[in-house]
């Protein structure tokens, strides 16, 4: 069986990476309609091999079509999608709006599957600091029970779309002649530098990337899993690094978690116990970049706490943190049978 | 009364700014002496508005000479500094080579300046990362109790030296030129990346710069206090930013806790509450470089946890991180009366 699939976004980081994971993976897809606003109409973008033809998501008419994946801004999904789902499409959106909407599931394959089957037409695909965060808590909660969480991030460019990445691309070029290229996607440089702030102020003082990695996981995960989430911008193009401090119900020493993680769907374990012909005994930002797993590095006891475990976790956040999860969604809809004509009831 | 100082490692980041900070504090010396490693003998180092001729570190006859402020490699401290203080004058120290020896005081002037008279001709200057940290603490473990702490640090490559600035400035113009500059000061590219990696890996698993913050802040502020510090590199050149999380004894709100540190010295808030002028309302590396306080940003409850409280806090590492610090416990010492012909017993 083979679906109709479209991607809503197409021409953004994440939409090109969600094109790209579909022809790599070799989804079952009759075909595929990459979809933007009416300015992106007529470009073209890569699917494998081939170059698609962009098409106008405002007149596009979602029946006939299984599957929406879907990257644009928060409000553009905020109306379509619904529009869509009624239409007959699931439609697994990366933007935030439908995240914590009772009846919407939000889902990461190696940690909550079964949640997908509850939807009604509507899926969401969690914060990109969230899924590799839960990714790699998922396996030492079911083994030792997390009970708080102290995450700070280290977060690349990219997770704000490419304007972000021209600006620090353009501004860091202007440091080496003389020139300035002043702030406009961020509120501060963000070449050389490092912003204590990703997406707006809430009353609360987090900043809503915080409060996101708080709420999702505990909606994901477990809502009695406690967490503090402190983010920051760093100036990397690709891949999102995060310091992980738990502490657990029970006893878990290291080489415990390094064997869960190593024996864990979706991660990977790069650590002092991976050999001698490393460069260095941890995975960076950098060597994330077009990877798929969630890489652990540097686990290690904090004596601090009792049952304190502390690491590092990297991923690609224009992959698993977003296309590559979003896709892996759609596959579990395909092996469940929940995807294509008179799979909704 | 005025002091003979002499400045070893004069030539390197830390060396020149005790030069420039010793002039622009008007530090009461008569002479100031710069001293590096023989290849360095007779290049210039700026003091002031004068030219200071380097001489050598390892001829020099430290008989006359009041105070040393000194930042050369640590092997170099070990040997020189005992040498020197049994010639008479007091070494302060930046390497980290005496901090943790029983009989060395280990000084922030804001924290613990009292430690400074028990000195035996050495005093040590602690490390960057803490000094920021425990400035930052001292204020609110005065009223409420600081009894866990948990931090994630983003540090600058000036703390590694002259060459990690050149490997990052080169290593990303070669970004640029479509080139490679190959790691070399460190063992992974720092170019558009961040390292999970500052100084050595312990046994612990832990590095030595996180070994360092937990050591340190228990012997500066109070050993009671349980710390867990995970460090990381970023692709800055100047200014260390941590986010801190604390547990407290008691109760403190963000606003008293922003009210102790706008009353404490050394520190400066700049938050939600500072007014509407802003760019935004947190202190980057960038704005703190060369600038003496320590900044703090993003104070925010953590309800995580019984009295949690988590902020951010930045210094420029090579000012109050360094030099800096050596320099006012130079002016501490000054001011009890306890340098030059007679002061030591």
Redesign the interface.
Known sequence: MTYTVAVVGATGNVGRAMLSILAERNFPAARVVPLASERSVGRKVSFGDRDLTVDDLATYDFSGTDIVLSSPGAKVSATFAPHAAAAGAVVIDNTSHFRMHEGVPLVVPEVNPDAALAHKGIIANPNCSTIQMVVALAPIHRAAGVK???V?T?QSVSGSGKSAMDE?YRQ??AV?ENATVP?QVY???IA??????IDV?LD???TKEEWKMVAETQKILDPAI???A?C?R????IGH?E?I?VELSASLS?DEARSLWRAAPGCAVVD?DSGEDL????I????AQGEDPVYI?????????EH?L?F?CVADNLRKGAALNAVQIAELLVAQGALGKGARS
Chains 1, 2 share one sequence.
Do not use: E, Q
């Open positions: 708080r969480v102290v700070c280290y620090l860091t070029k080496y702030p509120a501060k440089p050389f530098n490092v912003l204590p702030h102020f609360s003082g987090m406690k967490v503090c402190s920051a760093v100036p990397a193009f690094a310091y401090n290291v002092l460069d260095a005994p941890y960076t930002p950098k060597d590095s540097r686990v290690r006891a904090d004596d601090s706490v304190g502390n590092w």
